[in-house]
């Protein structure tokens, strides 16, 4: 008998991502979103598309969302009971001022030994073409990682591209509500257009690893390193933060 799992995975593996419908409820996504509005005001010089890794593991709500056992149970079907947290960074875009994410694969980025890994993009906003949604090209995860070019002549978050000519009539626009989560592979092109509407559009990154994979960073434990379920495998971790009222945000359960 062929399940819904096994149709994912078919789906993955021969397109390199998949769209899970309403994971998460809109209370948890409210508090999200109400987070991104928290961390802006507690690091007012960061950029809405640079709310990033080095936080997380001093923030009590983060590590609470990323451990959540919707999205692991996700992540555990592509990549097995023990999962660990290797990074996880908001994009939010803001109105009008969102800057384009450049044609890329991740793990053209990452210090992992070997480079299984995936992402589950969680929407925290409606993801539309208009906002700056994350287009893909499907199947482009069979290819090899590409090397890097750096890109400064436009505006972009990373500040780099994958060095290859892209089709871009192949590309896919992945339009999600909030509480939708897409999964994508490291290998597959992917990039997003800047945010020229009205509206914010905000995704969380969350970098899920299975305790097999090696963070390779000098840095040890990596700064956003945490083990969510099952044994520790090869990595050490980060603590676990305590939450603290008036330090951190907070949040139903805190
Ligand atoms: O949110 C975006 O626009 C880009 C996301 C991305 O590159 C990723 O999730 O790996
Ligand atoms: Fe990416």
Redesign the pocket.
Known sequence: MITEADRTLQDFDRDGYTIFRNVIDPALIAEASAHVDWLHARYPDRLGEDLATELVAGDPFWVRLVGDDRLLDIAELFLGPDLALFASHYISKPPFSGKA?LW???GAYWPLEPMRVI?LWLAVDESTPENGCVRVIPGSHKDDLHELRTRDDVDNVLGSESAVAVDESAAVDLVLSPGDVEV?HPNIL?ASTANTSPRRRCGL?IRYIPTSTRITSEQQPFTSALLLRGQPGVNVYQPFPQYVPGEHMPFAGA
């Open positions: 994410v890329h694969q991740d992402t994508h992917h990154t």
